[in-house]
């Protein structure tokens, strides 16, 4: 059974840092590819970040170079996604995903965990 599970979210003051992760289990997690996606309030579910399977090659969204930084640990099965300088507008409901290749593309992703909350204040 496919399971990511989402956590580290939670409220942050704008300018300040979470770091989510991404526990992963019932597939071959050195073999995928794993990415963060979020859905912000009236707006459509985007990709945010993805690494590769080896995580030898991370890509963002524009809205998160320089701020955000994804990154995977192969022995404990997780992934993360480290975001700085956080902005009221980075609020919403963030994902995870996994597909065989690193892809910024939803409808893309194989398996998805269920999300988890981020909220930023000013």
Request: charged fraction near 20%; include cysteine; aromatic fraction near 14%.
């Amino acid at each position: 059974q496919v399971e990511l599970v989402e956590s580290g979210g939670g409220r942050v003051q704008a300018g300040g840092s979470l770091k989510l992760s991404c526990a992963a289990s019932g597939f071959p997690f050195t073999d995928y590819g794993m990415a963060w996606f979020r859905q912000t309030p009236g707006k459509k579910r985007e990709g945010v970040a993805c690494i590769t399977f080896t995580g030898n090659g991370q890509y963002y969204a524009d809205f998160a170079k320089g701020r955000f930084t994804i990154s995977r640990n192969q022995f404990e099965k997780e992934a993360y996604l480290q975001m700085e300088k956080l902005k009221v507008d980075d609020t919403g409901t963030y994902y995870c995903a996994a597909r065989s290749w690193c892809s910024l593309e939803e409808a893309e992703m194989e398996f998805w965990g269920q999300g988890i909350q981020v909220n930023v204040f000013s």
